[in-house]
C-alpha cells in the first residue's frame, strides 16, 4: 500500500466514477483500476461496487475512505509544517463547525484568515457536534467547534462561550427577547425540534426531565433552515440560540424569548487533536477565531453570548 494508491482510491470515491478520477489525476483509466484492485487484494476486502452509473462504497470502503483521507490530510500537513518551519505558513488547515455557529462565524473568519494566512487554503466543514467530534478522530478535520463534549483522551479543548437557548416561534407568537419564558411552559406548546440523538434535543430533554416537564414534539427537523421555516409558518415553536435566529427576528419573519427558570446555557468549546501533532496553520486559525469572536462581541454582532474563556472576557 503506498500513498499514490490511497490518493486514487480517495478521488475514485469521492467522484463514484473512475473515468471522472482518471481524468483529475491524469492518469489512464486502466492503470487507475489496477490500483484499486492492488489495494482490495492487499486489504482482502472489497472497497467499491461498480455499477451502471460509476461506483458506491461498500461498507468495508465507507471505513477505509474515513481513515485514507485522514492519512493524507496528515501528510500534506506535515508538509506544511517543514515549510512553516522556514518562516512561511502554507498547506491546507480544515475547521468544522455546528451551524448555528457556522451562520454567525463563517464569512467573518474566512475573511480574517484569509488576511492573515494568504498562502494556506482554509476548508470549513459544517456539521452537528457529533459529527464534528467524529471527523477529528478520523484525522478529516484540524479544528473543531463543539458544544461541550464529554471528557475524551483524544480531544485538547478550551472553553470558549455559552449562549443561553430561545424559544422561537412565528412573528403573531408575540415572544419578546426582553420577556423570559419558563422553562415549564414548553409543556404546553407544539414542538418543533431535531431528532433524538441530536445534541440540542438531548440538553433540552434532560433539563426538562430534571424539572419534571413533559415536552410534545409534533416535527422533527435536523437541519436549522427548516426549524426555523416551519415556526415561520406557525406549524409550532423550536429553540436556538439567539444568534441564529437573529436575523428573522429583526426582519420581523419570527419572535424569539429566552427560556427561564432555569435558563438552558449551551457551552462552546474549541477543540485540537490531543492524539496527533496540531499544525501551525492549525493554531493560528484557533487563535485567529478567537480575534474575531472577540471583534464580534465588543461589537454586539453576537447577541446572546456569554464569554467563557479570558481573552474572550477581556474584549
Known sequence: ?????????????????????????????????????????????????????????????????????????????????????????????????????????????????????????????????????????????????????????????????????YLFAAADAGLVPSTPVPLSSLSRLPLILPSPGHGLRGLLERHAARHEIELHVEIEADAMRIQKDLAARGLGYSVLPFAAVAAEVESGLLSAAPIAAPAIPRRVVLAYPADRPVSRAARLLGERLIVVVKGMLAAGTWPGMTPECPELSAA
Open 1 to 165: 500500500m503506498d500513498i499514490r494508491q490511497l490518493r486514487t482510491f480517495v478521488h475514485v470515491a469521492e467522484l463514484g466514477s473512475f473515468s471522472k478520477a482518471a481524468e483529475r489525476l491524469h492518469i489512464a483509466q486502466p492503470a487507475l483500476s489496477r490500483q484499486i484492485r492492488l489495494l482490495e487484494a492487499e486489504l482482502k476486502a472489497p472497497l467499491l461496487l461498480r455499477h451502471g452509473r460509476g461506483v458506491a462504497l461498500t461498507d468495508a470502503g465507507a471505513v477505509f475512505l474515513d481513515r485514507a483521507a485522514g492519512i493524507l490530510h496528515q501528510i500534506e500537513q506535515a508538509r506544511a509544517d517543514v515549510a512553516a518551519e522556514a518562516g512561511e505558513v502554507t498547506g491546507q488547515v480544515s475547521i468544522g463547525l455546528p451551524p448555528s455557529v457556522g451562520l454567525v462565524l463563517t464569512g467573518p473568519l474566512a475573511e480574517d484568515f484569509r488576511r492573515v494566512c494568504p498562502k494556506v487554503r482554509l476548508k470549513i466543514v459544517e456539521g452537528v457536534g457529533g459529527f464534528v467530534h467524529e471527523w477529528m478522530m478520523g484525522g478529516r478535520l484540524d479544528v473543531g467547534v463543539l458544544y461541550q463534549p464529554g471528557p475524551s483522551r483524544h480531544l485538547e479543548t478550551t472553553p470558549l462561550w455559552s449562549e443561553d437557548l
